[in-house]
């Protein structure tokens, strides 16, 4: 009896159909987040602040009309760094590529706030910063505090960059749930232009939440279906 009843609900309703549907749901919701990148950075400007927060903590904010102000101030370091978030450029290299801008911005005037934000000693780091643009050598010392200066900054850079991705990614998913729902509904409403009953726009509902966090996995989820209803249907001979 069981045998037959499953049987009859597999071959009424086609399982992994209907996750390859809502999976194809997440991607088209997943689009359209992803075009609203084309409106001044869209979604992707999600996530900047907490790398703007990190870097702003080692390059300080120039004065105005500062004669020791650093060829590549704290704007224009902020303006590259965005450009690379918005962009989408691999995470190693922007981080690679915000800790060497912090470094050329390394100046005596500045070692101070560096060495406070990387926990490294001031002395010493104002010491490396005079002696990097004449090519002296360093002291065993000094080079113990730039090697140090080095990993910190390297640690604060993808503390900085890891929670921004992990912001952007979620407000992403958070945005394509209702988008993914506004579509479920409108493709509801398009089959049946008669209106949709209650049972309909539920399921509708239904699938649209379901389609975010299904739409990565979708493919995988479905030949996984297909393999149990092989082995259910199997079960009846």
Request: charged share 15%.
């Given at each position: 009896?069981?045998?037959?009843?499953?049987?009859?609900?597999?071959?009424n309703?086609?399982?992994?159909?209907?996750?390859?549907?809502?999976?194809?749901?997440?991607t088209?919701?997943?689009?359209?987040?992803?075009?609203?990148?084309?409106?001044?950075?869209?979604?992707?400007?999600?996530?900047?602040?907490?790398?703007k927060?990190?870097?702003?903590?080692?390059?300080?904010?120039?004065?105005?009309?500062?004669d020791?102000?650093?060829?590549?101030?704290?704007?224009?370091?902020l303006?590259?760094?965005?450009?690379?978030?918005?962009?989408?450029m691999?995470?190693?290299?922007?981080?690679?590529?915000a800790?060497?801008?912090?470094?050329?911005?390394?100046?005596?005037?500045?070692?101070?706030?560096?060495?406070?934000?990387?926990?490294?000693?001031?002395?010493?780091?104002?010491?490396?910063?005079?002696?990097?643009?004449?090519?002296?050598?360093?002291?065993?010392?000094?080079?113990?505090?730039?090697?140090?200066?080095?990993?910190?900054?390297?640690?604060?850079?993808?503390?900085?960059?890891?929670?921004?991705?992990?912001?952007?990614?979620?407000?992403?998913?958070?945005?394509?749930?209702?988008?993914?729902?506004?579509?479920?509904?409108c493709?509801?409403?398009?089959?049946?232009?008669?209106?949709?009953?209650?049972?309909?726009?539920?399921?509708?509902?239904?699938?649209?939440?379901?389609a975010?966090?299904?739409?990565?996995?979708?493919?995988?989820?479905?030949?996984?279906?297909?393999?149990?209803?092989?082995?259910?249907?199997?079960?009846?001979?």
């Amino acid at each position: 009896m069981l045998e037959t009843v499953v049987s009859n609900s597999l071959g009424n309703v086609d399982l992994s159909k209907i996750v390859l549907a809502m999976g194809a749901l997440g991607t088209a919701a997943y689009g359209v987040v992803d075009a609203s990148k084309g409106f001044w950075g869209g979604i992707s400007n999600r996530g900047f602040g907490d790398i703007k927060k990190v870097v702003s903590k080692c390059i300080p904010v120039p004065a105005v009309n500062s004669d020791d102000a650093s060829a590549l101030e704290l704007p224009s370091a902020l303006a590259a760094l965005r450009a690379n978030w918005l962009n989408g450029m691999a995470l190693t290299d922007q981080k690679s590529i915000a800790k060497a801008l912090i470094k050329l911005n390394l100046t005596g005037a500045n070692a101070n706030a560096m060495a406070a934000a990387t926990g490294v000693d001031a002395t010493l780091l104002a010491r490396v910063a005079a002696k990097l643009p004449t090519g002296e050598a360093l002291t065993p010392q000094e080079t113990d505090v730039y090697g140090r200066f080095d990993l910190l900054l390297a640690a604060l850079m993808d503390q900085g960059y890891q929670r921004g991705d992990q912001r952007y990614r979620n407000s992403a998913k958070l945005l394509s749930v209702p988008i993914a729902v506004v579509l479920a509904l409108c493709g509801a409403w398009a089959l049946d232009g008669n209106g949709l009953t209650y049972a309909e726009t539920g399921r509708a509902l239904l699938a649209g939440l379901l389609a975010t966090p299904l739409a990565p996995v979708a493919k995988d989820l479905s030949s996984s279906i297909q393999a149990a209803t092989k082995l259910a249907q199997s079960w009846k001979r």
